[in-house]
């Protein structure tokens, strides 16, 4: 599946998708560890020190945000499309 990133955070993972091969029954807290172990300063950015998701990290499975699904315990299937925003600000 491709994990598309915006803003502040496709610098680091190297662009605006990445690649992940998730087993079938992957929830959203194995695809994020997953992608953390790949780019460690990533989960600088969306894990907080206690080991939580960032307050203002937005994941989206088919258009869903987490938070109103399973929050890190959603079913992501091999064929979702999903979505991460860092924090934003703007007025």
Known sequence: MDVRFYATLRP???G???HLDLGEDATV???LDTVTE???ELGAKIWT???TLGEYIK???DGREIRYLQMLETPVPPDADVDIFPPAAGG
């Open 29 to 31: 807290k194995d695809l």
């Open 16 to 18: 605006k998708n990445v």
């Open 49 to 51: 020190a206690e080991g």
């Open 38 to 40: 790949c780019f460690p």
């Open 59 to 61: 994941v989206f499975v």
């Open 12 to 14: 680091l993972v190297g």
